[in-house]
């Protein structure tokens, strides 16, 4: 019986050991699992905040491409307005140069009109001043200063006509540099 009880006794130590050895290993596999949760837990979580801040990224993204386009689009906006303005002045300046050298060009033709009618009312005058004379009988000496007379109005009107001319080249001349200046103005 003492045999028996001590066999009980070890049964029940390995028993008790077994139980002891079986939580452990339940515990340690509890542990095991808890472990694995807490991972999956921690890899779920940085997921989470991988989508989160790739989310925000996207977002981040979107917005400056938003902005670089909403910025594209005033300088192109603005770009055109500028050469819309530009274009209108030039049309501007295109306009008044063409009404200021229609006005020079008026003018020069009115000036040589005048200068025309001048030398035919002179050439009737003379004709009709020659024709009186040669009725009254002109002396060599009255045709010799009548020649001379004529002589004198044809090289007036000569330097007349080449003032004319030296008008316009000066003209021209003060055009081209105000031209050029413009265009400087205009470059810079």
Known sequence: MARCEEETGVRKEEEERAIQEEKGRAARQDDGKRARQDEVERDRHDVVLRTIQEEKERARHE????????VEERARYEVKDRTRQEEEELAIQEEEERTRQEVEERARY???????????????????????LEEAGWTEQEEKAWDRR????????ELEEMFIQEEDKWDRQEE???????EEVNYE
């Open 176 to 182: 081209e540099e105000w031209t050029r200046q413009e």
């Open 110 to 132: 009115e000036v040589k009109e005048r200068a025309r009618q001048r030398e035919e009312e002179w050439a009737r005058h003379q004709v009709e001043e020659r024709a009186r």
């Open 63 to 70: 917005e400056e491409k938003r902005t670089n386009q909403e």
């Open 150 to 157: 004529e002589e004198r109005e044809i090289d007036r009107q």
